[in-house]
């Protein structure tokens, strides 16, 4: 079992390169529900904007 965890000589290299993949794709699944409030925020302030320059038009 050891054996196959070290891979040889690559081993580090190898387990090294999926434990950067398992980051980069959780980042990417997980940042689009981090920004989700923000934008929704900016745009609830966008719309109040136009509504009151509406108003005083």
Same mark, same amino acid.
Not at 1 to 15: D, F, N
């Given at each position: 079992?050891?054996? +196959?965890?070290?891979?040889?000589?690559?081993?580090?290299?190898?387990?090294s %390169?999926?434990?950067?993949? &398992?980051?980069? +794709?959780?980042?990417?699944?997980?940042?689009?529900?981090?920004?989700k409030? %923000?934008?929704?925020?900016? &745009?609830?302030?966008?719309?109040?904007?136009?509504?009151?320059?509406?108003?005083?038009?």
């Open positions: 079992m050891l054996e +196959m965890l070290q891979m040889g000589k690559y081993g580090a290299y190898v387990w %390169s999926y434990g950067l993949a &398992l980051f980069i +794709m959780s980042y990417v699944a997980i940042k689009p529900l981090m920004d409030k %923000s934008i929704f925020k900016e &745009l609830t302030m966008k719309y109040r904007r136009e509504a009151h320059t509406e108003e005083k038009q």
